[in-house]
């Protein structure tokens, strides 16, 4: 059935190591998007694509990067610096501009050891 | 810039009395409006949404409520029940834009 798959669940890393996060969806939609959640920060957006090989960045997009080589996958990076990674990461798709809603995924417990 | 604010970070219900969970947003090129709900270490899921052009949706126990004049949304849950107990998000998009902006949530516990 259709849905978003990220995987892992959970993941442990340490200091000054880049780390993939994956995101996947079979629903056929354009645009794919990651944010992160922080207690008592809501969601915040770290970047967004609308399009095959075309994305930007949000309003956290700082020490993370992204990229978009196929309409099912928008694999995030985040990379050694970003200053506080461990947060718990959302993926999330959506069929265009029109006004619909998102679709998330079940998230990743990023914690840095 | 906060753009879209959920004000109060918790609410207690009895259960099968009303929810009201609000929303404040500032920008008013906003014209399409979401609820969602989510539960600890699991995804949002979508609730309800509606655009600028209504100022009411209701959907089963839900409604969401919006007056574009005082830029305010409401979500209604009527009665409430003891799965209702998450942590609730309001959402704001404007036309042809992809992006979402999210309040930071309201924890809404219902009391049995």
């Known amino acids: 059935d259709g849905g978003i798959t990220q995987s892992p669940k959970y993941l442990f890393r340490k200091e000054g190591q880049n780390v993939t996060l994956s995101c996947e969806q079979n629903l056929n939609h354009d645009a794919m998007y990651w944010y992160r959640q922080d207690p008592g920060q809501g969601l915040r957006l770290i970047y967004y694509s609308q399009i095959v090989n075309d994305f930007q960045k949000g309003d956290i997009a700082e020490g993370y990067s992204v990229s978009r080589e196929k309409k099912e996958s928008f694999p995030l990076t985040v990379t050694s610096a970003q200053k506080n990674p461990t947060a718990f990461y959302l993926c999330?798709?959506?069929?265009?501009?029109?006004?619909?809603?998102?679709?998330f995924g079940q998230g990743t417990r990023l914690t840095v050891v | 810039d906060q753009q879209v604010k959920q004000n109060s970070p918790s609410l207690s219900v009895q259960e099968g009395r009303i929810s009201i969970l609000n929303c404040d947003y500032t920008?008013?090129?906003?014209?399409?409006f979401l609820w969602y709900k989510k539960y600890p270490a699991e995804g949002p899921t979508f609730l309800i949404s509606?655009?600028?052009?209504?100022d009411k949706n209701e959907d089963g126990r839900f409604t969401v409520f919006l007056n574009k004049s005082a830029k305010h949304l409401s979500l209604h849950i009527v009665p409430s029940q003891p799965g209702d107990s998450a942590v609730y998000f309001c959402?704001?998009?404007?036309?042809?834009?992809?992006?979402?902006?999210f309040g930071t949530g309201t924890r809404l516990k219902v009391l049995a």
């Open positions: 920008n008013s090129m906003f014209d399409y």
């Open positions: 999330a798709s959506s069929p265009g501009p029109v006004a619909t809603e998102a679709f």
């Open positions: 959402a704001a998009s404007a036309r042809g834009t992809y992006k979402y902006i």
């Open positions: 509606i655009s600028s052009i209504k």
